[in-house]
């Protein structure tokens, strides 16, 4: 073992201590760190004495329970395939502050602990080019104010940025930034969870302060690197038409990114959220950029997203260029046409349907059933309780809307595990409620959703009908009712192919109706 990797085991050592004794850390995540420093000084001692332990930064020897890389499966095209082709449907909650503590230190293991227990499979590693919360996206009152950490490159100076700490070091990457990236996507790996990592954050460029407090503001870096060309104190051309050195410190970072990650198989790639419809050429770039370099290095194939673009102020953009680019996973936007009762994905591209690009802070158990009868893998932006606000100002409340959310999309992963989903595709005309998952002749599900008339105490429940269309499917069929509120099942009689068949939904709420072919 080289010097150098014995000073890096003991750097690791102690930046564990410093968090281990920071204010505040206590509980599990306490409990995770004296793991890890233990681990780290076994590894010191082991060296010492001349042992031959392979010891890395944030590494173990717990394997992956993910089976990657995914890609568009050939059998359904609306859903990823694992390396032994099985169907992989996503979804997820996903929530700011998963990666860089913005606000405060975030507890990772608590939260991919509650993602197991609500059976997702899915989430997005969220970054904010900015180096200070009061820029960006996301703000704090000034006397809140705080660094976001870790940042990707060193704060070494000479010279002081806008926010009063050293100017950054754009040719000098921060370890603690990569180490962190890749120890997160490993541990999400453990537990099953696939990630989609974002390199770049559109709102980091479109605010005054967001610019103020990103690296490539020349007044941020001793490089001499400055984005805003037009000198209006914005950075769109970042994320537009960068000039060469701009590109260069892009492409330099990405790089950087795909080494460190390249060999763990629950990676996706994210180019940029929400950046301005302006933006397309350069992501079409940066997706092509990451195909081919992944090819040439030999890296295993992973797959690159492409998502919507801002709304409001900063324009609507068209979806349509995220159907025309080769990005291998989409995820469309717009508050009228996706929100409720989305249009049946037509299998060009995975689509991830994500609540930030529909909704903003919304979506609820409704929106995850519609979206997954519909061929989508839907993904919930998730407050998780979370403290900061948004730059509008609203409040982020963790309401019981979002825990019905949270639960519904692993009641959808479980069904999905269930039917096959190498056959079903999304048949709206074939059940009256409009959604409906069938291989015609073979299996149905029906999602009906919640009953409009609630039963006053002591009255009977409102009944209502769903009719299924089983014209052309000969042969016996069993079924199914659950109640999505309860979880609880009930058979029912079975039924008889050949022509539209009517059934009383036994419950007022939502629910499904679940038939198969018997034998």
């Known amino acids: 073992m080289s010097a150098f990797m014995m000073e890096r085991l003991f750097g690791v050592c102690r930046s564990l201590w410093r968090i281990l004794d920071a204010p505040g850390t206590v509980g599990r995540r306490t409990m995770v760190h004296q793991s890890n420093l233990l681990s780290c000084v076994v590894g010191v001692l082991l060296l010492c004495a001349g042992g031959h332990a ?132 490993k541990d999400a790996g453990q537990r099953g969870i696939y990630v989609s990592v974002m ?36 950075g769109l051309e970042v994320h537009r038409s960068p000039g060469v050195p701009v590109l260069q410190i892009q492409e330099a970072y990405v790089r950087h990114v795909l080494e460190t990650l390249h060999d763990l198989d629950n990676v996706l790639y994210e180019v940029v959220n929400e950046a301005t419809p302006e933006s397309v050429s350069w992501q079409y770039h940066f997706i092509r950029f990451i195909k081919r ?26 979806n349509r260029t995220l159907f025309e680019s080769e990005a291998d996973w989409i995820s469309p936007g717009g508050y009228t046409k996706y929100a409720r009762n989305p249009p049946a994905t037509d299998g060009r591209q995975v689509q991830v349907l994500d609540t930030d690009h529909i909704h903003g802070i919304g979506g609820d158990q409704e929106y995850v059933w519609e979206s997954f009868m519909r061929g989508y893998n839907p993904i919930y932006m998730d407050p998780f309780d979370a403290v900061h606000e948004l730059t509008i100002g609203e409040p982020v409340l963790n309401e019981p809307q979002h825990e019905r959310a949270r639960v519904a999309m692993g009641q959808t992963r479980r069904w999905a595990d269930r039917i096959n989903l190498k056959r079903v595709t999304p048949q709206s005309e074939l059940a009256s409620t409009g959604y409906c998952l069938a291989d015609r002749g073979r299996e149905y599900l029906i999602y009906i959703p ?21 014209t052309g499917a000969s042969g016996v069929f069993t079924a199914e009712w659950m109640e999505l509120e309860t979880g609880r099942t009930k058979q029912a009689d079975s039924l008889i192919g050949g022509s539209e068949r009517m059934l009383t939904v036994p419950f007022p709420g939502s629910g499904l109706l679940y038939l198969r072919k018997s034998g």
């Open 54 to 185: 392979q010891v890395l930064a944030g590494e173990d020897s717990t394997p992956l329970q993910t089976r990657g890389p995914l890609r568009q499966s050939t059998d359904n095209s609306r859903y990823f395939a694992d390396a032994e082709n099985r169907i992989v449907y996503v979804t997820g909650s996903h929530t700011w502050e998963n990666f860089q503590d913005v606000t405060e230190v975030f507890d990772y293991p608590a939260y991919l602990d509650r993602l197991t227990a609500l059976h997702h499979n899915f989430i997005r590693l969220w970054v904010t080019e900015s180096i200070h919360s009061d820029g960006g996206w996301l703000m704090n009152p000034p006397p809140n104010e705080k660094d976001i950490a870790p940042l990707p490159y060193l704060r070494t100076g000479p010279g002081l940025a806008l926010d009063g700490g050293p100017r950054l070091d754009l040719s000098r990457f921060n370890p603690a930034y990569f180490e962190r990236l890749r120890a997160r996507v």
């Open 199 to 234: 390199f770049f954050q559109g709102f980091s460029v479109v605010t005054p302060g967001g610019w103020k407090a990103h690296p490539l503001n020349g007044q941020n870096n001793v490089n001499g690197i400055d984005g805003d060309a037009n000198g209006d104190e914005l």
């Open 293 to 318: 370099y992944e090819r040439e290095r030999g890296f295993m194939a992973h797959p690159v997203g492409m998502t919507f673009f801002q709304l409001g102020e900063f324009g609507g953009g068209d």
């Open 450 to 470: 919640a009953s409009d008339s609630v039963a006053e105490s002591g009255a009977e429940k409102p009944t209502r009908p769903v009719t299924v269309n089983l």
